[in-house]
Nanobody, 112 residues
Framework: VQLQAFGGGLVQAGGSLRLSCAVS????????IDWYRQAPGKQRELVARVTGSGSTDYADSVKGRFVISRDNIKNTVYLQMNSLKPDDTAVYYC???????WGQGTQVTVSS
């Protein structure tokens, strides 16, 4: 199983980015997927999750700004990030819930 997050970059505050998580080696359709982030000097935190049935949940800090979605045909999960703030600066990772595997993350930097 491999997970690859990409789509990060440098954006000004108020801007948007769309992250993708491409998964190989496992069929995602019934799996719950989480997006985490880790800012410098801070613990990794859960940002958003989507269940196999499509239910979603968000950290309070991103609720109303981020949207998680999935494309089971492409075996890919997305994180649409809007109204970005400097506090959103972090490395973002995707993870299959219950699978002890972290893929390569993608850096998001939001300038003020």
């Amino acid at each position: 199983v491999q997970l690859q997050a990409f789509g990060g970059g440098l954006v000004q505050a108020g801007g948007s980015l769309r992250l993708s998580c491409a998964v190989s080696g496992i069929i995602l359709s019934r799996k719950a997927i989480d997006w985490y982030r880790q800012a410098p000097g801070k613990q990794r935190e859960l940002v958003a999750r989507v269940t196999g049935s499509g239910s979603t949940d968000y950290a309070d800090s991103v609720k109303g700004r981020f949207v998680i979605s999935r494309d089971n045909i492409k075996n890919t999960v997305y994180l649409q990030m809007n109204s970005l703030k400097p506090d959103d600066t972090a490395v973002y990772y995707c993870k299959i819930r219950g699978v002890p595997l972290w893929g390569q993350g993608t850096q998001v930097t939001v300038s003020s």
